[in-house]
Nanobody, 123 residues
Framework: QVQLVESGGGVVQPGDSLRLSCVASGRTRNYSMAWFRQAPGKEREFVSVIRATSTTIYSDSVKGRFTISRDNAKNTVYLQMNNLRPDDTALYYC??????????????????WGQGTQVTVSS
């Protein structure tokens, strides 16, 4: 069993940066670690994933602005978010699941989820 706890969300202005962290209670080095987000009234959407091999994948909407990384020694995954926009406003969730490329963007493929951290981008 793995428990995930996200932190780092907040209220920022457009163009600002935030770094989200997700700490796992157990070892996650063999899992893909992903970030998803859900805005009010919208479906949960894939943001980024870093696989056990450290391969990274990003959604088109965040590519070039967000960077995912992991520190296996700390059982932690990070999401550095730069040049934030109002449409990045959402509840951001961390997830852990099998490191399978074909399902990396699919939320149903992930076993464990955190409670989420709110990111609000507003002027």
């Amino acid at each position: 069993q793995v428990q995930l706890v996200e932190s780092g969300g907040g209220v920022v202005q457009p163009g600002d940066s935030l770094r989200l962290s997700c700490v796992a209670s157990g070892r996650t080095r063999n899992y893909s670690m992903a970030w998803f987000r859900q805005a009010p009234g919208k479906e949960r959407e894939f943001v980024s994933v870093i696989r056990a091999t450290s391969t990274t994948i990003y959604s088109d909407s965040v590519k070039g602005r967000f960077t995912i990384s992991r520190d296996n020694a700390k059982n932690t995954v990070y999401l550095q978010m730069n040049n934030l926009r109002p449409d990045d406003t959402a509840l951001y969730y961390c997830a852990a699941g099998p490191s399978i490329l074909s399902t990396a963007r699919n939320s149903e493929a992930y076993y464990y989820w955190g409670q989420g951290t709110q990111v609000t981008v507003s002027s």
